[in-house]
C-alpha cells in the first residue's frame, strides 16, 4: 500500500469511524434499550459502510499504483 | 419472594447470549487490531501484516460483528423488558405482571397461553412480512418518544383480529363456540373486533399510559 500522506489519512480516517461503529455495537451489548439499538444499527451501520467505503477507494488506488487494475 | 419467581428472575437476568459474547469478542479483537496497526506505527499501514489485517477488519469481521449483532438486537428487542424499558410502557408491563388482573394481556401472560415475548406476539401483524412492520413501527415509537407523543397511547388501526387467529382458530373449542361460528365473517375480515364490551375484555387497563 502506498504511503502517500492522504492515503494515510484515509486509512486512519477510516479506521476511527470503524471504531466508532464498533463501539456503538458493544454499546448496545452491554446496555441494551431502544436508543443504543438504533444508535448501532443505524449510526453504527453508517459509519461502519462509510469506514469500508473509504477503505475501497485506498486499496483501488494501491492497486492502481501497482499496476494490478 | 419465592423460588420458583428468583429463578425465573436470574434466567431472564442471564446476561449476554452466546451470540452476543462472538459479536463483544469479534468487535474487541476489530478495535485492538485497528489502534495497534494505525496508533503505534503508522508505517505498518505499508506493510503486507497491516494491509491483511485491516484488509480483514473491515471486510470480514466487521461486517460480521454488525449483521451479528444485528440479529441479536432482533431477538433482544421482542423481550417485556425491552419494551418496558420506556416508562410510557410501565403501566402496560405493571398490569401485565400483577396476579390479580383479569384484563386479556396479563391473563395470557400470567398464565402463560403464549410462553415468551407477549409484546411482540400480539403486537406483530401476522404474515410474512409482519415481523419487519413491527420492527419498522418501533423505531417510530423510539423516535416519537424522544421526540413527544400524544396522549392517551392508542394503537395506529384497530387491532388485527388475525392475530388472535393464528393461535385461536386451529383449537376445536374456539371453533365450535357459538358466537364465533355466528360471527366468523366479520372476525375474518376484522369488520369485529374480538375485544371489546360485547366479547373479550380489554387486552390493557384504559389509563395505563399514565403510569409511569
Known amino acids: 500500500m502506498n504511503t502517500h500522506p492522504w492515503i494515510k489519512k484515509a486509512v486512519i480516517t477510516a479506521g476511527v469511524l470503524n471504531v466508532i461503529a464498533l463501539l456503538t455495537i458493544i454499546l448496545a451489548l452491554v446496555n441494551f434499550t431502544p436508543l443504543t439499538l438504533i444508535l448501532s444499527v443505524s449510526v453504527g451501520g453508517a459509519l461502519m459502510g462509510l469506514a469500508i467505503l473509504i ?3 485506498v ?11 | 419472594m419465592n423460588p420458583f419467581e428468583e429463578s425465573i428472575k436470574s434466567a431472564a437476568d442471564g446476561g449476554l447470549s452466546f451470540v452476543a459474547w462472538i459479536v463483544l469478542a469479534v468487535s474487541l479483537l476489530c478495535i485492538v487490531l485497528i489502534v495497534a496497526i494505525l496508533a503505534q506505527d503508522r508505517d505498518k499501514i505499508a506493510e503486507p501484516f497491516g494491509k491483511w489485517a485491516l484488509l480483514i477488519v473491515f471486510f470480514v469481521l466487521s461486517p460480521v460483528a454488525y449483521l451479528l449483532n444485528f440479529s441479536v438486537a432482533i431477538e433482544d428487542s421482542k423481550k417485556v423488558e425491552f419494551c418496558n424499558s420506556c416508562h410510557v410502557m410501565h403501566g402496560y408491563v405493571n398490569d401485565l405482571k ?4 383479569e384484563y386479556l394481556a396479563s391473563q395470557h ?20 412480512f409482519g415481523n419487519m412492520k413491527a420492527k419498522m413501527t418501533g423505531i417510530r415509537h423510539v423516535w416519537a418518544y424522544y421526540s413527544g407523543y400524544e396522549t392517551p397511547v392508542e394503537l395506529y388501526g384497530t387491532y388485527n383480529n388475525g392475530i388472535c387467529l393464528r393461535c385461536h382458530a386451529p383449537v376445536l373449542s374456539f371453533q365450535e363456540e357459538v358466537d364465533h361460528a355466528d360471527n366468523a365473517a366479520g372476525i375474518l375480515s376484522n369488520k369485529m373486533s374480538c375485544l371489546g364490551v360485547d366479547c373479550h375484555v380489554r387486552p390493557h387497563p384504559e389509563e395505563a399510559w399514565k403510569e409511569q
Open chain 2, 109 to 128: 401472560y400470567q398464565y402463560r397461553w403464549i410462553a415468551e415475548d407477549q409484546c411482540f406476539t400480539c403486537h406483530s401483524d401476522y404474515g410474512i
Open chain 1, 59 to 69: 486499496v483501488i488506488t494501491d492497486l492502481r499504483k501497482q499496476g494490478v487494475l
Open chain 1, 55 to 57: 477503505y475501497i477507494a
Open chain 2, 98 to 101: 400483577d396476579p390479580d388482573s
